[in-house]
């Protein structure tokens, strides 16, 4: 079989996974870089291959171009859940397609670095530092401060926690939340319009699905505090990125934190990069030991159970 392993950006695949006896078997061939190019790339690079592993939602399996990958047997992808594989395609043509565990944790903990560095201008004064200078900005205190949340799953109930740990006056919205299932985790439901407006930090912890697709634009950026914090490692096309630049731009809010991003990786000239008031991170929310360890040990387990006619973790099964 012909197995590609794709966007092991860090070349951490060998390390954190045996697949010893995968190569020794089978043809394993580990993508360093991410295929560019659009459809006609992905095409080019996989349709040789049998077996296809993705990491998260980094390249677009649609069903035009899963039509021209004609020997694709199986495939996996991190996590259990991918809106980049057209899963009823591949069910439609027999290709079953497994997913892997992960942590609830790895995100929020950069979803609060990022609200900290925004927060106390650290990369601000750590460059600062760097170039003999000394205490050029004020930092926006937390305790007693509003987090607001959008959406409240697993991740928004994490966020959450730390932020009552903080002393803060958690408040959260998404359109099926109800007052009492805020309550369990003592977070105030408000409606959408009213967390922008009062939050002094907001955090995105929502699903991406149709329904939520620019979810968050420039009437909910305009009716931020000018002292807001604005963070986004949930889904880039929950939120209008050009309307959140805008603001920025005309300094409508204090600053923002971002992680993920429309275009992946994000292109050199990409205005993004040199946005004021943001710190930037590249879609690290769940790039950790621990979450890698467990993506790849389970991806290699997910192949060889299908090699060996007992596929686990079926997806779309």
């Known amino acids: 079989m012909k197995i590609a392993v794709l966007d092991d950006y860090q070349g951490v695949a060998k390390q954190f996974a045996n697949w010893s006896d995968l190569e020794a078997a ?23 291959f049998d077996v296809i592993a993705a990491m998260r939602e980094r390249t677009v399996f649609d069903k035009a171009t899963l039509e021209q990958l004609p020997n694709l047997k199986y495939m996996v992808t991190t996590g259990m859940r991918n809106s980049s594989i057209d899963m009823d395609y591949l069910k439609e043509r027999g290709i079953p397609c497994s997913g892997t565990a992960g942590r609830t944790q790895t995100t929020p903990e950069l979803a609060w670095g990022l609200i900290l560095a925004v927060a106390r201008n650290i990369p601000f004064e750590d460059n600062n530092m760097r170039t003999g200078q000394w205490q050029q900005t004020v ?30 006056d958690v408040v959260a919205w998404s359109q099926n939340l109800t007052e009492a299932s805020a309550a369990e985790v003592g977070v ?61 731009q005309a300094g409508r809010i204090a600053g923002a934190g971002v992680d993920v991003y429309d275009d992946e990786p994000v292109p050199t000239d990409h205005p993004i990069r040199s946005c004021p008031r943001t710190v930037l991170t590249p879609h690290l929310g769940y790039v950790s030991h621990d979450t890698y360890r467990l993506f790849y040990t389970e991806t290699v387990e997910d192949i060889e159970a299908w090699l060996a006619g007992v596929p686990v973790r079926l997806i779309n099964g």
Request: net charge neutral; proline share 1%.
């Open 26 to 48: 089978h043809d394993v061939e580990i993508f360093r870089e991410h295929i560019g190019g659009g459809r006609d790339a992905v095409v080019a690079a996989l349709k040789e």
């Open 139 to 168: 930092g926006l205190d937390l305790e007693e401060k509003t987090l607001g949340i959008v959406g409240l799953g697993r991740l928004g109930r994490e966020m959450a926690r730390i932020g009552q740990a903080f002393k803060m």
């Open 188 to 248: 105030r439901r408000v409606d959408k319009e009213q967390l922008f407006r009062e939050a002094d930090v907001i955090t995105v912890q929502y699903k991406h699905s149709e329904r939520s697709t620019g979810l968050i634009g420039a009437a909910e950026f305009g009716a931020m505090k000018p002292t807001g914090i604005f963070v986004n490692t949930s889904r880039a096309a929950i939120i209008d990125m050009n309307a959140l630049m805008e603001t920025l």
